[in-house]
């Protein structure tokens, strides 16, 4: 069920301003402001008051989009609704896969695309060579599940190509008006600032003046954290949270070992794609709640874990996360080729049990939103005699493959984890946002999962 997005009021659209002059700009969209309801009356507004988040944009994709016509929500790096839907339109009209998600081949053809209109002397609309845009308030965006709760201040970072000219920023202000609470307005202040990585990294001491004083600080890296990036340890360094979203990795093994050297060196770490796999955490934990179910945990000696194909975050942290828990110490990992990614892991448990696990990447005709979710997962003993099997699939069909294997028959627990919408980035961020601080069994599961692939690198 798709929620109604609410209609947002603009207070300030995007606004050019100098370096110099930002807090002062702010200050005065705050202090010269209105909107005339029904009455007459001015609705109380209130300004940033809870947090700041800094969210890193790794590419210019909102700015290309815009360039081209295509987007008209605010440039913030936030990977929206409509940015997503733009992107689809253009791998649509290109004959790419249509991912909503910014590929490398969709850059580059938004790059081309921008490039032919430049040469032809068409006004660029992003922004970037003096003009401006104006973005469709009433559109939904990503922000806004932040804005409805909380009034706050997004500063955005947006790293581009090209000649380093220096920086430029934008100041903004947008609030979410609800009937039912119409006489007042919850807003969200945005500064955006626009240059390559090193004008970026050159302006840090102003971008960290900006993070509200006294006030929780987030810190969303929306590339592979690297402490030898000079703007990402100094903003690391000052924020309750580091928050990233593995699912988006393209290097699963060696930037999973990155968050680990992250963690190791006392950063504290939200990964948003550790939050999807809460339904399956839950239902394996419920499975094993009875006396009896407990004591079999003791059991299990098999672990098959089915993936979407292309990215294996989600069933390395889940393995991670399952070996943390039970105290198995990984003694082995391999790797296979072939039409599925198998992954196969042996472990020693506590009373020197041996625990084989295999991860597989299947090939599905229609991929979730999600890259890499988790689909099929069983726990089973080579132990007739041992009621510990456990069967938990995704609502889709997801157990068929672990069916024709026997998993049916070797379980004796089903499940199924229902696909819910807090899948979605902008869910898990507003929520994400309401705690901070170190995640002890976020941390515990990573180290587990970093031991296995340590062992793999060796090889």
């Given at each position: 069920m798709t929620s109604q997005a609410s209609t947002i009021f603009s207070l300030q659209a995007p606004k050019d301003v100098s370096l110099t002059d930002i807090e002062a700009e702010l200050s005065q969209i705050w202090q010269s402001y209105g909107i005339a309801g029904e009455d007459g009356a001015l609705p109380?507004?209130?300004?940033?008051?809870?947090?700041?988040?800094?969210?890193?944009?790794?590419?210019?994709?909102?700015?290309?989009?815009?360039?081209?016509?295509?987007?008209?929500?605010?440039?913030?790096?936030?990977?929206?609704?409509?940015?997503?839907?733009?992107?689809?339109?253009?791998?649509?009209?290109?004959?790419?896969?249509?991912?909503?998600?910014?590929?490398?081949?969709?850059?580059?053809?938004?790059?081309?695309?921008?490039?032919?209109?430049?040469?032809?002397?068409?006004?660029?609309?992003?922004?970037?060579?003096?003009?401006?845009?104006?973005?469709?308030?009433?559109?939904?965006?990503?922000?806004?599940?932040?804005?409805?709760?909380n009034p706050c201040r997004i500063i955005a970072l947006s790293p581009i190509g090209g000649e380093d000219v220096g920086v430029t920023a934008q100041v903004s202000a947008y609030c979410p008006i609800q009937k039912q609470s119409a006489s007042a307005l919850v807003c969200c202040e945005y500064i955006t600032f626009t240059g390559t990585a090193a004008a970026l990294e050159r302006v840090g001491g102003m971008i960290q003046a900006l993070l509200i004083g006294?006030?929780?600080?987030?810190?969303?890296?929306?590339?592979?954290?690297?402490?030898?990036?000079?703007?990402?340890?100094?903003?690391?360094?000052?924020?309750?949270?580091?928050?990233?979203?593995?699912?988006?990795?393209?290097?699963?093994?060696?930037?999973?070992?990155?968050?680990?050297?992250?963690?190791?060196?006392?950063?504290?770490?939200?990964?948003?794609?550790?939050?999807?796999?809460?339904?399956?955490?839950?239902?394996?934990?419920e499975a094993y709640d009875p006396p009896q179910r407990r004591a079999a945990l003791v059991e299990i000696d098999r672990v098959n874990i089915d993936y979407e194909k292309g990215n294996s975050v989600q069933a390395l942290m889940f393995l991670g996360w399952l070996a943390s828990r039970l105290e198995w110490h990984p003694v082995s990992y391999q790797k296979e080729s072939g039409d599925y990614d198998i992954t196969k892991i042996q472990f020693l448990a506590q009373n020197q049990r041996q625990i084989e696990a295999e991860l597989a990447g299947v090939p599905v005709g229609d991929a979730g939103d999600i890259p890499g979710d988790l689909i099929a997962l069983r726990l089973s003993s080579t132990n007739p005699e041992a009621n510990c099997g456990t069967l938990i699939c995704s609502e889709t069909g997801g157990c068929m493959r672990m069916e024709t294997q026997g998993g049916a028959q070797a379980s004796g627990v089903f499940r199924q984890v229902t696909s819910l919408s807090e899948q979605k980035a902008e869910v898990l961020l507003s929520q994400q946002v309401q705690r901070w601080g170190h995640e002890a069994l976020f941390e515990e599961g990573l180290a587990l999962t970093a031991q296995m692939l340590k062992l793999g690198a060796k090889r």
């Open positions: 109380a507004a209130t300004r940033a008051t809870t947090f700041t988040l800094v969210v890193y944009e790794p590419e210019e994709t909102q700015y290309l989009l815009a360039g081209l016509g295509l987007y008209k929500g605010p440039i913030d790096g936030i990977l929206g609704p409509q940015t997503q839907a733009a992107l689809r339109e253009v791998q649509k009209t290109h004959g790419l896969t249509e991912t909503g998600i910014a590929t490398e081949e969709t850059l580059a053809v938004l790059r081309q695309e921008l490039s032919k209109r430049q040469s032809n002397g068409a006004t660029v609309q992003n922004g970037s060579n003096g003009g401006s845009y104006a973005p469709d308030a009433s559109s939904p965006r990503i922000a806004d599940e932040i804005a409805i709760r006294g006030l929780p600080k987030f810190l969303w890296w929306k590339a592979t954290p690297d402490l030898n990036n000079g703007l990402f340890k100094r903003l690391s360094a000052v924020c309750n949270n580091v928050i990233v979203d593995s699912c988006y990795f393209n290097k699963s093994e060696t930037d999973l070992l990155n968050l680990q050297q992250l963690v190791e060196s006392d950063i504290p770490l939200a990964d948003l794609n550790w939050r999807r796999l809460s339904g399956w955490q839950e239902l394996t934990a």
